[in-house]
């Protein structure tokens, strides 16, 4: 089975630190996402990644950055942490010509 | 622009009954995909279903179908025979034309399968 992993489950920060969110997948997987969940709004994208160096804003890009420098791992980065980014956290993967997405479990960010 | 909306935001249903979960959305794209995900508590999305705006049959996938009506814009998930394990949130989501690799998500409905 695919399996998408996320560094952390539950991580609480101070606004203003920077943060990086990490998402590892182990089936060589092309396509990497990012998504915000929050009550109420259902799954926004932040940021997702077609190969590896390549990006793509979603539709809720400002206040993150994205890193893939290897084909497994896709890093979302929170430059300087603020309260209104408090929010699970998904990331996803996919090989390229598959409409199914693999998620990891989520990483529950509070930031105070 | 896709647009997906879920207007349940919760249903209880009792086992073993069937169960129709709504979703309508708007788009001005010619080809789309729809699609299904169920999240349990805890917390991982899980691929349910998929179909395609040109496919001609609705997709089933074991107790799951997607009840796809075009003219309406309306694709809606139908579990059969419900059991405990299907109280989760589950989700709506569409991409626009082929090669276009965002998903737009709907608010989700949660179910609650009562014994």
């Known amino acids: 089975d695919v399996k998408v992993t996320q560094s952390s489950r539950y991580l609480v920060k101070r606004t203003g630190e920077k943060v990086f969110l990490e998402c590892v997948q182990d089936m060589d997987h092309e396509n990497m996402f990012w998504y915000r969940q929050d009550p109420g709004l259902g799954l926004r994208l932040i940021y997702f990644?077609?190969?590896?160096?390549?990006?793509e804003k979603g539709d809720i890009p400002e206040g993150y950055s994205v890193s893939r420098e290897k084909k497994e791992r896709f890093s979302l980065i929170l430059e300087s942490a603020s309260t209104n980014q408090t929010s699970m956290y998904l990331c996803?993967?996919?090989?390229?010509?598959?409409?199914?997405?693999?998620f990891g479990s989520g990483t529950q960010l509070s930031v105070l | 622009a896709q647009k997906i909306t879920q207007t349940q935001p919760g249903m209880f249903v009792q086992e073993k009954e069937a169960v129709t979960l709504d979703c309508t959305y708007d788009?001005?794209?010619?080809?789309?995909?729809l699609f299904w995900y169920k999240q349990p508590s805890s917390g991982e999305m899980i691929f349910l279903i998929y179909q395609g705006s040109y496919d001609e049959q609705n997709a089933t996938e074991g107790r799951y179908s997607l009840n796809f009506q075009k003219a309406r814009k309306s694709a809606n998930l139908v579990i059969s025979a419900s059991q405990l394990g299907d109280s989760a949130m589950y989700f709506c989501a569409m991409r626009g034309d082929f090669g276009n690799e965002k998903l737009t998500f709907g608010t989700g409905t949660r179910l609650t399968i009562i014994p």
């Open positions: 996803a993967s996919k090989i390229g010509n598959s409409e199914k997405l693999f």
């Open positions: 788009t001005s794209d010619q080809s789309y995909g």
């Open positions: 990644s077609y190969d590896v160096k390549m990006k």
